[in-house]
């Protein structure tokens, strides 16, 4: 055989290797997992200007999950228990890490991409991880081979963005000192009480947003600041090419975008997009990252589609907690998850009304999910370990998962395994403040989302006794309580539903086990005030762009 006509066959094999696998036989996977994102937000949840023909197009093609829950209703606690299948409060996790703090997710805790490494996936990582900034508790030092992205929110230090075209609309990146932000962080009990001190950015690390590469063992911080202009095509280019370098092993890809969450002061309405997005939407700064993130996840959808790979690829998409509704257009929509009986506007990020931590969702699989369908069952963030093991064929480790294996639900085979999903929204050993039950919905305690709402009367910690009950099937907005504080309810389905939520209640908080973390010995270079990811402290963490290179810690 000629080389000629081993170089035209080998492309043929190669094809053909993809169809060997079976759909169902470790199938590649996806995570789209928007940073911020209101259940009102998509063109599939009926937002009227929003862009997202991507987004909508796998939803209308696969099935739209409408009660998918996410496991916190802020940044740090929602990632935990997505990366583990367990409460972030049996972690150990606080609501949120700041960007400069010593300790980070557990290493005692498995993650999706450890578990699906047992399996023989390449795994990947693009955008927000916020599980801690160490190397350690990195994405490459947690079962992804490679990662790209910032490593915290993207409003924890100033980034730049360079002009488009002609245009003189330069944002500069400018050393300050702590936002308002941290004050509702605090005020909402979701920062640890020795992280408190870290926000307020002692550590010069933390005064600028980092933009961090990881692959075969080296950690590279490529730009600090980094630039808002250039990070989209950034992020498109790496996951595409993993998607290439992966396509003949089952591989898991993990996107947990920087959008849609507020930045810092510094940028115009605190959002950002490249040159390409910016000023395009009908819906302001908001709508065009939202844009520029289906963009992404559009680049993703086609590089399947070229490669044959599609068929044998599950893709999810959801968000980690509801929009931040304090900071206005900027900050998304609740949708129709407004918690009307609230008494405030403020029902989203930080909050467990509907709009806190009730998520957009959909899965979509060609030939394994039937398209244009929908379902209502219970699901959460925290199935998705449990999910992918199964699929992935790999047995859990024996720990308690608070998670379930939802793949019936995506495969129309059965109904939701959670028949109570229970809702933190408290650090420090409180108990559950909310539950969904089936149909229903319990309040024990209510709060308003991150932020409060500008001394309003009445927006405040409100408890119950006994709880708030909603019937959420009928009520997704949370209008109509069936309970009055104070008053126990005479209707005996009412009262039937109240007692197997309090004896549920009392069995979840006999049995949970709040973790606690640890702080690993420092480090070369580490210690009080040098934690945060720094590409030359000699230059006070301000590179501009300039790539600095270190090993990843063992």
Not at 72 to 98: D, E, N, W
Not at 320 to 328: A, F, T
Not at 349 to 371: C, D, H, L, N, Q
Not at 468 to 496: C, H, M, R, V
């Amino acid at each position: 055989m000629g080389r000629a006509d081993a170089l035209f066959i080998l492309p043929c094999l190669l094809s053909f290797s993809h169809a060997m696998r079976a759909p169902e036989d470790r199938p590649n996977v996806v995570m789209f997992f928007v940073d911020d994102l209101g259940y009102g937000d998509l063109g599939f949840t009926g937002h009227p200007t929003t862009n997202t023909p991507n987004f909508d197009k796998l939803a209308y093609n696969g099935k739209i999950l409408t009660s998918w829950y996410s496991g916190c209703p802020v940044c740090s606690g929602s990632r935990a228990a997505l990366m583990t299948g367990r409460q972030y409060v049996r972690t150990g996790v606080p609501g949120v890490f700041s960007p400069t703090v010593a300790t980070g997710l557990p290493l005692n805790e498995t993650t999706v991409a450890q578990q699906m490494k047992k399996a023989g996936y390449q795994t990947a990582m693009m955008g927000k991880w916020h599980l801690g900034q160490r190397s350690m508790f990195l994405p490459g030092a947690r079962g992804f081979d490679r990662y790209l992205g910032i490593p915290y929110s993207d409003d924890m230090g100033e980034a730049r963005a360079t002009p488009c075209g002609n245009t003189t609309d330069e944002v500069e990146a400018a050393r300050k000192g702590s936002e308002d932000m941290w004050d509702s962080y605090r005020e909402a009990g979701f920062l640890l009480e020795e992280d408190a001190i870290q926000g307020d950015h002692q550590d010069p690390a933390g005064s600028f947003l980092p933009l961090v590469h990881q692959h075969n063992g080296k950690t590279e911080v490529v730009e600090q600041p980094l630039d808002f202009t250039t990070l989209a095509p950034k992020y498109k280019d790496f996951v595409v090419e993993f998607i290439e370098d992966a396509q003949h092993d089952p591989f898991f890809l993990y996107m947990p975008f920087s959008h849609v969450h507020t930045t810092a002061s510094n940028q115009p309405e605190k959002q950002y997009a490249s040159c390409d997005f910016k000023n395009t939407s009908k819906r302001g700064m908001f709508g065009d990252a939202l844009a520029e993130a289906d963009w992404i996840a559009g680049s993703v959808i086609d590089t399947l589609e070229r490669l044959g790979l599609s068929k044998n690829t599950l893709v999810l998409f959801s968000s980690d907690n509801g929009p931040w509704m304090m900071q206005g257009k900027s900050g998304g929509s609740p949708g129709i998850h407004y918690g009307r009986s609230a008494g405030y506007w403020n029902v989203g990020k930080g909050s467990t009304w509907e709009g806190g931590v009730r998520e957009p969702a959909f899965a979509y699989w060609p030939g394994m999910i039937k398209p244009s369908t929908r379902s209502a069952e219970v699901v959460s963030s925290l199935d998705l370990l449990p999910t992918l093991s199964k699929l992935a064929q790999v047995e859990l480790p024996s720990v308690v998962y608070d998670g379930r294996d939802m793949s019936d639900v995506l495969l129309d085979k059965g109904q939701s395994k959670h028949e109570f999903l229970w809702l933190y929204a408290q650090s420090g050993g409180a108990p559950p403040t909310a539950c969904r039950y089936g149909p229903w919905k319990a309040h024990w305690r209510t709060a308003p989302g991150l932020g409060g709402c500008f001394g309003i009367e009445g927006c405040g910690v409100k408890t119950y006794d006994p709880p708030l009950l909603f019937n959420i099937e009928e009520d997704p907005s949370e209008a109509y309580p069936l309970t009055t504080n104070g008053e126990q309810p005479q209707d005996p389905e009412i009262k039937a539903v109240l007692a197997a939520l309090t004896a549920a209640r009392k069995k979840e908080i006999s049995s949970m086990v709040f973790g606690k973390l640890t702080t690993p010995p420092d480090g070369p270079g580490e210690g009080p005030n040098k934690y945060g990811v720094c590409c030359d402290r000699a230059q006070g963490c301000d590179c501009n762009g300039k790539p600095s290179v270190v090993s990843l810690q063992d």
